[in-house]
């Protein structure tokens, strides 16, 4: 009769053995999940900068090149005032 109750209470320890083994080892693989999840979010998120910065230093370039172009233009209409008035003086001389 012990015997009995010593092997069923051994087989029930086994058993909550068995069991808290599958919970330690649902709860790592869900930790690990939440991890891996994480990780992506940051990875996306870094992604996303990364395009930001890009595009702002493409608008930033395109400005520059603009501002550069209109500079240009500026100075050759200046060059040809200063031609014509030129020119001009001579045509008076």
């Known amino acids: 009769m012990i ?5 069923k209470n051994s087989r029930i320890r086994g058993e909550d053995k068995v069991l808290k083994n599958r919970e ?3 709860k790592k693989m ?7 999840e994480e990780e992506e979010e940051e990875e996306e998120e870094e992604e996303e900068e990364e395009e930001e ?19 240009e233009e500026e100075e050759e209409e200046e060059e ?5 008035e030129e020119e ?3 045509e008076e001389s």
């Open 3 to 7: 015997r009995l109750t010593d092997e």
């Open 24 to 26: 330690g080892e649902q």
């Open 30 to 36: 869900e930790e690990k999940e939440e991890e891996e």
């Open 53 to 71: 910065e890009e595009k702002e230093e493409e608008e930033e370039k395109e400005e520059e090149e603009e501002e550069e172009e209109e500079e």
């Open 80 to 84: 040809e005032k200063e031609e014509e």
């Open 88 to 90: 001009g003086e001579e």
